[in-house]
């Protein structure tokens, strides 16, 4: 069993292990992992794989936002199956530094080559980290409807909405915010950008909750202040 809460791994390790990597023709090396992880990587390689056929990946000149929302599904999916992986594991950087390095490099690579930010040196650009939450808080309750609400956004959706300072994820709020955005056509990044940024100032004074009509009528309040 994997012990997510007492996983350390920090920045100086992760850049030695990273310097170690080799990419191959058909992989990337080493990876040597405590027997633990094995049924982890098998279940995420297999996945990417599935994820390959049935999207025609293998024919993409560069994996795009298609393979960041797939993939961030069934990588969510599979950490939702571990035991005692929880919201705040996945707050723990050295948690995805150790499963971008160690445990699946090949999948990291196969979307941004070895770009070291994504792997490990910038917090808030760490890929693994960005798609899982970006689906976490996009959650529907089950992958088909999660995809349906996401599957008309861009990468730099999740950019904006992962990347954001603020004063943490409101789980619930985010949640109503990202399925009132899938209703509108207009999928430019400053309507979005406006609406992110309007929450954080709202969120100073308000709890969302007490409004009236609730988290809904919060985030379509938000949404009808910037379409005025």
């Known amino acids: 069993m994997i012990k997510w809460d007492n996983l350390q791994y920090d920045v100086n390790k992760a850049n030695r292990d990273f310097e170690k990597l080799t990419v191959k023709s058909t992989s990337v090396e080493p990876v040597d992992l405590p027997p633990e992880y094995h049924e982890l990587r098998r ?7 599935e994820l ?3 999207y025609g990946f ?5 994996l795009d936002y298609n393979f960041d929302l797939t993939f961030g599904l069934e990588l969510y999916n599979i950490l939702a199956e571990e035991e005692n992986f ?10 995805w530094r150790y499963l971008s390095i160690r445990v699946i490099p090949d999948i990291v690579h196969s979307r941004w080559g070895m770009n070291e930010d994504h792997f490990y040196k910038m917090s808030r650009r760490i ?12 959650w529907r309750g089950d992958t088909e409807e999660t995809y349906e609400v996401l599957k008309n956004n861009s ?6 909405l992962v990347e954001r300072p603020g004063i943490g994820y409101y789980t619930e709020m985010y949640r109503e915010l990202l399925l009132q955005y899938s209703w509108y056509e207009d999928k430019s990044r400053e309507m979005f ?6 929450n954080t100032a709202q969120l100073l004074t308000t709890s969302p909750e007490l409004v009236k009509g609730g988290i809904k009528g919060y985030v379509s309040t938000l949404f009808e202040t910037v379409n005025k």
């Open 43 to 49: 279940k995420l390689i297999q996945a990417r794989d």
């Open 127 to 138: 890929w693994l980290k960005t798609i899982w939450w970006y689906v976490n808080l996009s």
């Open 58 to 62: 293998d024919n993409a000149n560069k």
């Open 86 to 95: 929880t919201n705040r594991a996945a707050t723990n950087d050295d948690l």
């Open 52 to 54: 390959f056929v049935e």
């Open 193 to 198: 950008r406006q609406v992110l940024k309007l």
């Open 155 to 160: 990468t730099d959706t999740i950019l904006q």
